[in-house]
């Protein structure tokens, strides 16, 4: 690591669990006899001993032998109001003879969501969650238990089943607490648009994720960090363990990893970002680019990236942890992937914004596979 200018360094906000914890380090800690978590006037946590003056060797060794134990971790319960603009609020007061010594905890204050969103509490925004399958019974039905069972703030979860031939559409009848869609198959890009459009545009989400079946949580809670990252960022993707060393960043919802290389196994959206880009384009096949495409307008329009000096590659903003992947098998197909690849540069640069459907066919079609959606 290389110390900055400044004196501290907020490492890690995270939110899973029912708990907000705060890690970061501080130089001037050291004449400090206690450290507060404030917001406004209100003391949301008196840090205990053994959550600061940790051992901070790295520190030391960058900049002053004395800098051993300058670092903390802050855990607390989770505020029943948190919102965006209650983190951007909160700050670290370090206290001891003279003035406090007052630090930000979060200081992205001009980025990202800035109006009613950022000031809503996360519970009563309306989050949607779409799982997208096809002839994967068994994993699917784990997938959604462990959605239902590990996501806080009662989401909107939707499984679209394109068009399966083994026993899922049987599989999913038996679910309660879902939204589920049964229709015929008709590949990626159609059928994340099912679950784009319902969570959007029919029950008004304020946060749509995406998750493949998969793609599985991890812990209680897993949802919060990706909330906040959509109202900041507009739209991220997940990082797999398995992922190159990201370029910058560590991961988390306000410091996402920029990497060059990107999954759809979950991806996250504002309602801002799927109002102004849109959805996946329908001409792409069954298999291929179509995820790639979509965040490359994404971040063409200011939400979830970078675009590069050439003005053509991206770098994606990605996060880590909470979200385990299955071993599962796919349905990949080279021949699918290279006819996708064609479509994927002759579309290059057209207006970013993309309809789910091309032609008034389409629109009907799926006018119709949106009433037939149950909800169970």
Known sequence: MTVPDHRYAIDHIRTTGNRVSISGWFLDCVGCDRLAVLCGEVSLHVARPEEWRQPSADVAALSDPRYDAVRF?????????????????????????????????????GDGESGELARTPLHALR??????????????????????????????????????????????????????????????????????FHLHEVEACDIVLLLEDDARPTVYGWNVDWMLACLR???????????????????SWHDPFHNDVLTAQCSGFSREALSYVGYIDTRFGRYGHEHVEHTSRMIRMGYGGLTKEDGASKTFFLLDGAIEIVDSVSNFSQQQVDENSEIFHRIHGECAYRPPWRDDTQIRRLREEMRQVRRQ
């Open 233 to 251: 960022h507009g739209h991220v993707n997940f990082a797999p363990p398995w992922f190159p060393r990201a370029s910058s960043g560590n991961g």
């Open 73 to 109: 971790h802050v855990v607390f319960p989770f505020p029943p109001e948190l919102s965006l603009a209650m983190l951007r609020r909160m700050v670290l007061s370090f206290e001891g003879d003279g003035p406090a010594r007052v630090l930000p905890v979060h200081a992205g204050e």
């Open 127 to 196: 989050l949607g969650i779409g799982i997208p399958t096809y002839n994967r019974a068994a994993l699917v039905r784990e997938t959604v238990r462990r959605v239902l069972d590990m996501t806080q703030f009662d989401p909107v979860v939707l499984v679209a089943n394109d068009g399966s031939t083994d026993d899922t559409a049987e599989v999913l009848a038996r679910i309660p607490g879902i939204h589920a869609l049964d229709a015929p198959n008709a590949g990626i890009a159609w059928n994340k648009n099912r679950l784009l």
